[in-house]
């Protein structure tokens, strides 16, 4: 059994669908795609072949992590979530103390994570310094350009 993540049920169905496409529409074209390969005569130097047999096993292995994935989910309780602490699925303002921007991310699992939404892994240096935090509390996050010194400046459920 692999490692259990927590998930909205928005990013479980998300997970679905993507399953679902993957298996009724990207398998059977690569199976097409193959047929064709062995149509066309001596699979032994096929390159359509090869090409299309090594897009299968890519595809086959994606299905199975995302099985694996949607197995291991555990949808969140959103109801249950409160603002007085930095948590999973938050939206917390920050102020950078350096250079005074100020940035806003909403804490997701791993496999909801999207940067250009504003969303940020729960494994990811910023959040797992939040985690746990107040409005007002100060934190340094060691990043990969270095340490930075932030302010919580709010907490919210958006």
């Known amino acids: 059994m692999g490692k259990v993540t927590f998930i909205t049920q928005e990013g479980l169905n998300n997970l679905k669908e993507e399953l679902a496409h993957l298996m009724n529409v990207e398998r059977p074209a690569i199976s097409k795609q193959i047929g064709e390969a062995i149509e066309k005569g001596d699979i032994s130097e096929n390159a359509e072949y090869d090409a299309a047999k090594d897009a299968q096993g890519m595809l086959e292995a994606k299905i199975a992590l995302l099985r694996e994935k949607i197995a291991n989910a555990r949808i969140i309780d959103e109801s249950k979530i409160d603002t007085s602490t930095v ?13 005074n921007a100020i940035m806003k991310y909403t804490i997701v699992s791993e496999h909801e994570a999207d940067v250009k939404s504003g ?19 100060s934190v340094e996050i060691k990043v990969p350009s270095g340490v930075i010194p932030f302010e919580i400046v709010d907490i919210t459920m958006e």
Not at 89 to 97: A, C, D, F, P, S
Not at 130 to 136: D, F, H, I, Q, R
Request: net charge positive; hydrophobic share 40%; aromatic share 0%.
């Open 87 to 99: 948590q999973i699925l938050n939206t917390v303002t920050i102020k950078n103390m350096k250079n």
């Open 119 to 137: 969303k940020i892994s729960i494994q990811t240096p910023i959040a797992k310094g939040l985690l746990g935090k107040k409005v007002g509390d």
